[in-house]
Every structure is written in C-alpha cells, then in structure tokens.
C-alpha cells in the first residue's frame, strides 16, 4: 500500500494483507488491511503497528517519509497481534522510543508478548500526551475486545485513531471510505462487530456514545477504510449494531445428511414469509459460521435443525452454536426454536433447543422432530406451525 497523507504530517503507513481470507477462524473473502499512522511532531509517533510478517514492509513505508530510527513514541492501542506483531521489529530500529499502551492492561499484555525489555509508558483513561504541536489523548475501551483495548484522539487534528472500532476486513488499495463502495465498506464493518465485539455490547455502547462527544473529521481505524465522508453513517450502524432492538428477520441454520432436516428447513423458511417475516436459509456446509453471524446480528428469530447423527447432533451445528454461545452478549433477547429429523433415539433437537434456552432466547416453538423422511403433509404443518406461533 502507498503512503498517503492524511492531514499535514500525519501518514497511513500501514499495510494490505491481499490473499488472507481467514483471520483466527473468521473468513476474511475480501483480505485484511494492518493499518498504523505516523504523526510528524516534534516526538515522532507510530500509531500501532502491524502484523510480523509486514513489519519490514512497514518499516520501507515509514523510511519514505523519516528514518524509522527517529520514532520516539509507538502507540499501541492493542496488544493483539495484527496490530502489536511488528513492534520488536519498529524497537530494534527505533531504540530510542517509548512504546504508549494502557495501564495496566496493555502493558501487562505487551509485556506478556514481548517482554520487559523495552521502555514503556502506561497511560490511564483520560491521560494526554503532548508531541510539540499535537497532543493525544486516551480513552481506554477495555474489553472492546480485549482487556487492554484503547482509542488515541488527537484534539488538533479531529483525528480518532480507533483501533479496532469502525474496523473492516476488507484489502483495498485505496484509504478512504469515499473512495470505495460504501456498501461494502459498511457490510464488512457488520460483520467485524458480529464476530469480533457483538459479545461486548455494553462495552461498543460507551465507545460509541465517547465518539459521540469528540470532534471528529476522521475516524482512522487499525483494520480497512478511514472514514472522513461517511462519520455520519459508520455512527449511525455502529448505534443500530449496539441497540439491543432486532428486526423481523429470520434465520434458519441447519446442516442435514440426506436434506430431510433440509426440506424442514425449507419449510419453515415458507412459514415466516406467509407471515411478512424475511428470512434467510443457511446451510452450515456451505456457509462460513462468520457469515451466519453477520445474517444473525440483527434478526429476532432464529431456528436452528439437526439430524441425529450417532445420539447427538451433527458436528457443523455444534461448532455453530458454541460460536453463537461465544458471541451472545447478556440480555440478548430473541426468539428462537429447533427442528431436526432422526432415526431412532433423535436426541438432536433436544439437545439444540436446550442451548438456544440456555443462551437465554424465548422458545417459541416446541422442538419440531420428524422420523426419517418428512412426508408432504408434514412439511405443510411445520409451515403452518411457523405461520402461527
Ligand atoms: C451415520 C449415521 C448415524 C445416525 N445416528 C443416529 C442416531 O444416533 N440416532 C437417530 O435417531 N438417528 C440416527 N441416524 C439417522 C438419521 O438421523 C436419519 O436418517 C435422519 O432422517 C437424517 O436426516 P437428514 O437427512 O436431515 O440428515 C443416523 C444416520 C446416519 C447416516
């Protein structure tokens, strides 16, 4: 990625991972960008790194604006390490520099990670840091998404640099969001916080609602397009993906050996839209879990169907659902059911429905079991069973 300018010494720096299309079990289909910033002040500031295997790409990119030996200060806003992995390669050039991160818990985290070796500097919630002309300021996000987690302001300049929050997954060589398509911009935005803060609620709530209060020309985060032309909108989703409100939408997940749970699922599908409900069928052979969780954020109900397989469900609804149990933040209120077809012990179904009432959801359907092949006839009830509840 070439190095823009973002405002008058203040650089996008970081860099575009193209080909990756999983990140930690997350399917990435349009790539990932590892995104830092470098502030020109009289202290020479890094705002997060990037992944290890960038780190010499990185450092080429910083070499074009100041030698990387000059850094004096390296923000680290999380420890993770697509953001923090390039950081002994910066350090070993920059010997000088200090590295910023939250106290206590980035450097708890970065010392874990890198060890002790290094000058930190741990900054509390609301600290400032002045670098000549500029100041930054930290809001410390913990737990959006790990403890540790930060947003670095800098008052000057309305830039926030967000780290992970209004972050996409999406491998573009352009920087801004009124460069791209702003659908896809905002599609992957949707479904980063399904995957990565949907569980943290509450927390995305306060982040939002500290944006909310800074006076913003730019939103940088650590991952796709800055956002300087649509603030207005990335706000206004981030506000619906955090609202505990849901839609009439609903999904219905299943995986099926000889498609008998398959044509149930089908039908059921027929029986919200005879009621006005949309609703989307999603196969777990052929559907990332990632994705299924972007379909979910939003949607009230969800129904859920397995065969039996061996006295128990099949291992693809397994995965989904303890994915699902991952990501549920407290209070989720949705309405949900399971359905299945079996053999002899059908034990599925029931093992399903006990999740999705331990997750909290209102049951509104018994569970729907049919033995081996569903007949037409019960095909026609299941839909008229979902057109009623
Ligand atoms: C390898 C295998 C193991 C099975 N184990 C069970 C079982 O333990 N209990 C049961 O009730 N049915 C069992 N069945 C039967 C299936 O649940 C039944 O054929 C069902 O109709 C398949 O639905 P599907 O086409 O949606 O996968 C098994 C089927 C297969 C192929």
């Keep these: 990625m070439k190095v823009v300018e973002l405002k008058k010494g203040i650089y996008s720096v970081g860099s575009v991972d193209w080909n990756a299309r999983s990140f930690h079990g997350y399917s990435t289909n349009r790539g990932i960008t590892y995104n830092a910033y470098l502030i020109i002040d009289e202290k020479i500031t890094l705002i997060d790194a990037v992944k290890a295997g960038f780190a010499e790409d990185l450092l080429d990119r910083i070499a074009e604006i100041i030698d990387p030996a000059k850094i004096d200060y390296l923000v680290s ?31 708890k985290g970065l010392k874990a990670h890198y060890g002790e070796g290094y000058n930190y500097l741990g900054v509390k919630p ?18 959006l998404h790990w403890p540790d987690n930060m947003i670095t302001y800098c008052p000057e300049e309305k830039i926030l640099f967000s780290n992970d929050a209004y972050g996409q997954h999406y491998a573009t060589s352009k920087c801004f969001d009124d460069e791209v398509d702003l659908s896809i911009a905002l599609e992957e935005a949707k479904k980063y916080y399904a995957n990565i803060l949907m569980l943290y609620r509450a927390q995305a709530q306060k982040a939002l609602e500290a944006t909310k209060g800074l006076d913003i020309d730019m939103i940088a985060p650590s991952h796709g397009v800055i956002w300087r032309s649509h ?18 939408e609903a999904v219905v997940i299943y995986d099926s050996m000889w498609h008998s749970t ?18 989307q ?17 939003k949607a009230k109900y969800i129904a ?39 053999g002899w ?36 009830e299941i839909e008229a069973k979902v057109a009623q509840f």
Excluded: W
């Design 126 to 143: 609301g600290e400032t840091l002045s670098l000549g002309k500029r100041t930054l300021s930290f809001v410390q996000t913990p737990m």
């Design 345 to 380: 012990g059908g034990q599925s179904v029931g093992l399903i429905n006990d999740e999705l009432a331990n997750l909290g959801y209102e049951i509104i359907l018994e569970p729907i079991k049919i033995n081996y092949v569903p007949s037409k006839e019960q095909l026609r």
């Design 231 to 248: 603030i207005k909108e990335i706000l206004k989703a981030y506000e619906e993906y955090t609202s505990e409100e849901t839609n009439e």
């Design 262 to 279: 398959e044509s149930m699922a089908l039908s059921i599908v027929e029986g919200f839209a005879k009621r006005g409900i949309t609703a």
């Design 281 to 297: 069928l999603c196969d777990l052979k052929v559907n990332h879990i990632s994705d299924v969780m972007t379909m979910l954020l």
């Design 304 to 342: 859920v169907g397995s065969s039996t397989l061996n006295n128990n469900m099949l291992p693809s609804v397994a995965a989904f659902l303890t994915y699902l149990r991952g990501l549920t933040p407290k209070g989720d209120k949705r309405k949900a059911f399971a359905f299945g077809s079996y």
């Design 77 to 107: 806003n999380h420890v993770e390490m697509d953001h923090s992995g390039a950081i002994p390669a910066v350090m070993e050039v920059a010997k000088n520099a200090t590295i910023v991160t939250s106290a206590p818990s980035g450097l």
